[in-house]
């Protein structure tokens, strides 16, 4: 089991950058593949990016491909988002999950919640116009 706390959430001006970070207990890190979802009030859970545990698999969503950078140190047992040129319609609160079984993952496939066995309890990030 892993537990998942994210940081690095606030507001932030249209066009600014932020880097969330997500911290995984437990000492087999870099067996989970890692996805970073948000959602906003009224909408479902979203999609943004997911790394698998080896770090060579990467896949993004068509919104934020560009401007967002999925990327972990297996070593600090942390999962990173680097998202620049952040647009208002990024608002929202990001959660981390986590896929046991993820070394080798393939992330195309892994793009919806339903594919994560754990999550965190999210950080918000607001974008403001």
């Known amino acids: 089991q892993v537990q998942l706390v994210e940081s690095g959430g606030g507001l932030v001006q249209a066009g600014g950058s932020l880097r969330l970070s997500c911290a995984a207990s437990?000492?087999?890190?870099?067996?989970?593949?890692m996805g970073w979802f948000r959602q906003s009030p009224g909408k479902p859970r979203e999609f943004v990016a997911a790394i698998s545990g080896s770090g060579f698999s990467t896949y993004y969503a068509d919104s934020v491909k560009g401007r967002f950078t999925i990327s972990r140190d297996n070593a600090a047992n942390t999962v990173y988002l680097q998202m620049n040129s952040l647009k208002p319609e990024d608002t929202a609160v990001y959660y981390c999950?986590?896929?046991?079984?993820?070394?080798?993952?393939?992330?195309?496939?892994?793009?919806?919640?339903?594919?994560?066995?754990?999550w965190g309890q999210g950080t918000q990030v607001t974008v403001s116009s």
């Open positions: 999950a986590a896929k046991a079984n993820g070394y080798y993952s393939n992330t195309y496939y892994l793009s919806s919640p339903r594919d994560y066995d754990y």
């Open positions: 437990g000492r087999t890190f870099e067996t989970y593949a």
